[in-house]
């Protein structure tokens, strides 16, 4: 981390770009190896989780939480701490969910369980895990930490519920649309939250975190809707259509969908723009400009739609 970028300032100093940077280097330090005889397994773990970071990924919730840091004048210290924090739990929480799922691939690669195998795949989640609240520990803003580290672990126990009942739904077929939108809720949303609310906690603005929660949640549904719907139009005439959460099956009209159903897309869609027009709306309003990263991917996934 260069020393501009550890420098606590109240109009910051630093820029996203570097501390994007900063975020990369702070998770590999925070799994690195350990130089111990009797560490082969944990090197194991370690080498499994570098491999799933090195794998690539969008960053988006390192964005939203650099990005809302900068507007909100936190040094980027604190910055790169909640951002690193809410990476690693994003990234444990995806090698946790391949396994349950029993996807073979993430990012065009291999998921670390089919690799190195379903027991080490827990430990490397279970280390990224650890490492996000090692993170935290930079935070030069100590006073607020007991805060952050609650809404660290309710947040994670929403997202756990969230996918436990995806889990569950996958022998019980979801029979409702709040259901689905439930679950998407807590198992996509509340990690997408986070970064923002943390930042705003750091801040001194933690009355605002409910607001940042409704925005980054309706942008989680609109985002998984629209994906959804690509994934039935991927599948159509596929045995695989309805095995995974599914709302246009939901919105069925008759017994079957496909994907030249153009009414039961189309209220798909609407539902979709619908939960992006209110996360825009949501995030803009938050103080600062800290939700500005959010308006805006909310803003331009609703125009592809």
Same mark, same amino acid.
């Given at each position: 981390?260069?020393?501009? %970028?550890?420098?606590?300032?109240?109009?910051?100093?630093?820029?996203?770009?570097?501390?994007?940077?900063?975020?990369?280097?702070?998770?590999?330090?925070?799994?690195?190896?350990?130089?111990?005889?009797?560490?082969?397994?944990?090197? &194991?773990?370690?080498?499994?989780?570098?491999?799933?970071?090195?794998?690539?990924?969008?960053?988006?919730?390192?964005?939203?939480?650099?990005?809302?840091?900068?507007?909100?004048?936190?040094?980027?210290?604190?910055?790169?701490?909640?951002?690193?924090?809410?990476?690693?739990?994003?990234?444990?929480?995806?090698?946790?969910?391949? %396994?349950?799922?029993?996807?073979?691939?993430?990012?065009?690669?291999?998921?670390?369980?089919?690799?190195?195998?379903?027991? &080490?795949?827990?430990?490397?989640?279970?280390?990224?895990?650890?490492?996000?609240?090692?993170?935290?520990?930079?935070?030069?803003?100590?006073?607020?930490?007991?805060?952050? %580290?609650?809404?660290?672990?309710?947040?994670?126990?929403?997202?756990?519920?969230?996918?436990?009942?995806?889990?569950?739904?996958?022998?019980?077929?979801?029979?409702?649309?709040? &259901?689905?939108?439930?679950?998407?809720?807590g198992k996509s949303g509340a990690l997408l939250s986070l970064p923002l609310e943390l930042a705003l906690i750091a801040a001194g603005q933690g009355q605002w975190a409910d607001k940042?929660?409704?925005?980054?949640?309706?942008?989680?549904?609109?985002?998984?809707?629209?994906?959804?719907?690509?994934?039935?139009?991927?599948?159509?005439?596929?045995?695989?259509?309805?095995?995974?959460?599914?709302?246009?099956?939901?919105?069925?009209?008759?017994?079957?969908?496909?994907?030249?159903?153009?009414?039961?897309?189309?209220?798909?869609?609407?539902?979709?723009?619908?939960?992006?027009?209110?996360?825009?709306?949501?995030?803009?309003?938050?103080?600062?400009?800290?939700?500005?990263?959010?308006?805006?991917?909310?803003?331009?996934?609703?125009?592809?739609?």
């Amino acid at each position: 981390m260069s020393a501009r %970028l550890v420098m606590a300032s109240t109009a910051p100093t630093w820029n996203t770009i570097d501390g994007l940077h900063s975020v990369e280097q702070r998770c590999r330090d925070l799994i690195q190896r350990k130089p111990a005889p009797d560490a082969d397994i944990f090197n &194991t773990a370690a080498g499994a989780a570098t491999y799933h970071l090195h794998a690539g990924g969008s960053r988006i919730r390192a964005r939203l939480a650099l990005d809302a840091a900068f507007h909100l004048g936190l040094s980027a210290r604190d910055a790169v701490a909640i951002a690193s924090a809410c990476e690693l739990l994003h990234n444990a929480s995806l090698v946790h969910d391949d %396994l349950q799922d029993r996807d073979v691939q993430r990012r065009g690669a291999d998921a670390v369980w089919k690799i190195y195998g379903e027991a &080490t795949a827990i430990c490397t989640g279970d280390l990224l895990l650890s490492a996000a609240y090692a993170a935290l520990a930079d935070m030069d803003r100590s006073t607020c930490l007991q805060q952050m %580290l609650s809404l660290v672990h309710a947040r994670t126990a929403a997202a756990i519920r969230g996918q436990a009942a995806d889990v569950s739904h996958r022998i019980r077929p979801i029979l409702d649309v709040s &259901t689905y939108l439930q679950i998407v809720a807590g198992k996509s949303g509340a990690l997408l939250s986070l970064p923002l609310e943390l930042a705003l906690i750091a801040a001194g603005q933690g009355q605002w975190a409910d607001k940042a929660c409704e925005a980054a949640e309706a942008f989680a549904i609109g985002y998984q809707i629209a994906d959804d719907l690509d994934d039935l139009e991927k599948d159509a005439g596929s045995e695989d259509v309805g095995q995974t959460l599914n709302l246009a099956l939901l919105m069925r009209s008759g017994d079957a969908v496909h994907a030249g159903d153009g009414t039961v897309l189309q209220r798909c869609v609407t539902l979709a723009q619908h939960h992006l027009t209110v996360a825009a709306a949501g995030a803009a309003a938050l103080p600062h400009e800290s939700g500005r990263l959010l308006a805006e991917l909310a803003i331009a996934l609703n125009g592809r739609l």
